[in-house]
């Protein structure tokens, strides 16, 4: 049977099924006839839950399991299945480590049932009707600065009764990041279901505790958001669809949600001291890109995003965050007076393609009432890098020896059912690889020739932004025309910009392992690629796939998977970028690369 898309089928769909503007305060309502192209969650009141504070632990050891579990979203659903790592009924703790101290995770399986079993497109990268079942699953830290071997391979996977013991160095500088699940194909439910979790690096600058150098607010005034965006059934049960186009077990493309979740619940309060909160938000989304601000047009300063500290505090009223990215928020609640409620909103539209079937943005996370309780009342910091006392300053953006074209796109349905997500043009298994050389600083121009927007992520390695310019994106490929499916496609967009290059917002002057690339542009990153020497370990080192059988039970099975090629099967190396639209690097926005010597 050939595999249909949304992507697929949009070009027929008339454009009268049009976004419908959201007016006032707009909230998930149940069917709605104007969207007829969409399921829908029913009417939810919001800001009736509380804002879970997430559980921290700090050790340099963890036994870390993904489990199958029931949760409640709202108030008034009742629980529904889920996934989780470790303890929780849904998501995992906040895992805190230390710099240059190692942290040892033995991460084990344990997932008796999938609550997205049906919705497994077995036609993706070998999937079988096994899979439903006996459920993929790979840990990856995102941001971190990992040997391959415990990167979490997108092939290195670990199903009921299996397990392996990663291992952090934890050699950079303090940052947020994150820990999701990375098995090959099926990362979107993963995910989505529940397998992700914050994990918070300190370091002798950024302590997490009371008298930190940085003079940053700790303890209960330090709070990490985990933010997304689901639709839900009546039943408690979360969709991974958003629409009937799409029949159920064939890949979709992306879903937009209709509500917002905050740490698990939606639309939660939190009731906030009168005073200066850090707030570390993480895109866990599966699709959506959000515009970030608060309802009352209030200022906040941006301290860091994924790789860690800015030079100095950036003054903002919004902040654009794509699935992936993490931003480091310094937010002072004693603007509000006592009682006072204000929201953390989102003005992004949904992306162009979904909006042709009526998808609207998301417009509200959560809500903060002010207490009568005075908070944290140390000033926001001048600097946070440079002088004494502190970290280095970031620095200029170092000058490229290598300057490399690579390319998004979504190859024609019409000449290559079915209709997928491409890098490069290439499939994830093609060997016409980017071999990045160890101790080079390079730029990648990555060419957007799609209508929608691409969170792209590159793994081991931290950049920088130059910045983006729109292209002429129909000439560029009437003048360089986009070759069949596995072959390379990498255009030189720079003869077709139609603008000077904007550069990076305020808040992406730092490091960063994710960016977003607009539609019909091209993006230009800045990375320097570490060797041996610099990392501690050898980037480019191959590695097996085995992973350890720790169910007596399922040994037997395990053991004749792995005689029968289903279990080690040759040699691993290097790592991966991918677009974070997790339906993208489902299915096929993911290519493997190599730092060579």
């Avoid at 008339?14 to 104007?34: I, M, N, Y």
């Avoid at 989505?192 to 914050?198: E, T």
């Avoid at 490069?424 to 060997?431: C, E, F, K, Q, T």
Wanted: glycine share 10%.
């Amino acid at each position: 049977m050939q595999k249909i898309s949304r992507r697929t089928l949009l070009a027929g769909i008339a454009a009268g099924t049009g976004a419908v503007l959201l007016g006032g305060r707009a909230f998930a309502d149940g069917p709605d006839a104007s969207r007829p192209l969409l399921f829908h969650s029913p009417r939810l009141e919001p800001f009736v839950d509380e804002l879970p504070v997430l559980p921290r632990l700090d050790a340099s050891t963890y036994r870390i399991d993904a489990v199958s579990t029931m949760h409640s979203f709202h108030r008034d659903l009742p629980p529904g299945p889920a996934l989780a790592y470790g303890d929780n009924t849904y998501g995992g703790p906040t895992l805190v480590a230390h710099r240059g101290q190692e942290t040892s995770i033995e991460y084990r399986n344990r997932i008796d049932a999938h609550p997205f079993a049906p919705d497994f497109d077995t036609s993706l990268h070998g999937l079988s009707e096994r899979d439903r079942t006996d459920v993929p699953t790979s840990m990856h830290l995102h941001g971190g600065v990992t040997p391959p071997e415990f990167d979490g391979n997108p092939e290195q996977i670990s199903r009921p009764g299996q397990g392996f013991t990663y291992h952090y160095p934890n050699r950079q500088g303090a940052t947020t990041m994150w820990y999701h699940d990375h098995a090959m194909a099926v990362t979107r439910l993963n995910a989505y279901a529940g397998l992700a979790g914050v994990y918070l690096l300190r370091d002798e600058y950024d302590t997490g505790l009371p008298g930190n150098p940085l003079g940053l607010p700790t303890g209960e005034f330090e709070l990490e958001l985990v933010l997304q965006e689901k639709i839900v059934n009546g039943d408690g049960s979360q969709s991974i669809r958003s629409t009937p186009i799409v029949p159920q077990g064939r890949w979709e493309g992306g879903a937009v949600g209709d509500v917002g979740v905050v740490n698990g619940k939606i639309w939660p309060e939190a009731r906030v001291a009168r005073g200066l909160y850090r707030l570390r938000l993480l895109n866990a989304a599966s699709f959506s890109i959000w515009d970030l601000h608060f309802s009352n047009g209030m200022p906040f300063w941006v301290i860091g995003m994924e790789g860690g500290l800015l030079d100095a505090p950036a003054p903002t009223t919004r902040v654009r965050l794509s699935p992936g990215e993490r931003v480091d928020l310094l937010v002072d609640f004693a603007q509000l007076e006592p009682d006072v409620t204000v929201e953390l909103r989102n003005t992004e539209p949904a992306a162009p393609q979904a909006a042709q079937i009526g998808a609207v943005h998301m417009p509200v996370f959560m809500r903060f009432r002010a207490d009568r309780a005075r908070g944290f009342t140390g000033p926001v910091p001048d600097r946070l890098r440079g002088g004494p006392g502190l970290p280095p300053l970031v620095g200029p953006i170092p000058a490229p020896r290598t300057v490399r074209n690579v390319s998004l796109s979504q190859p024609s349905a019409v000449r290559i059912p079915p209709s997928i997500m491409s890098l490069n043009n290439l499939n994830y298994h093609s060997d016409d690889i980017e071999l990045p050389r160890q101790g080079t600083v390079e730029q990648w121009n990555i060419v957007n020739a799609t209508p929608d927007p691409h969170p792209i992520h590159l793994h081991l390695v931290h950049f920088r932004v130059l910045g983006r310019q729109a292209i002429d994106t129909l000439a560029m490929c009437a003048r360089q025309p986009q070759p069949p499916i596995g072959i390379k496609w990498t255009p030189d967009a720079d003869p077709f910009v139609v603008e000077p290059m904007r550069g990076p917002e305020p808040w992406e002057t730092g490091y960063k392992d994710t960016v977003v690339c607009d539609p019909n542009s091209v993006t230009r990153i800045v990375a320097y690629f570490p060797t041996a020497d610099e990392l501690g370990f050898d980037p480019d080192a191959t590695f097996s796939r085995d992973v350890h059988t720790f169910d007596p039970h399922r040994a037997a099975h395990l053991a004749h998977d792995a005689h029968a090629g289903q279990g080690s099967h040759g040699d691993l190396q290097g790592y991966v970028w991918h677009c974070h639209i997790l339906d993208h690097e489902d299915h096929d926005m993911m290519l493997k690369f190599r730092t060579v010597t």
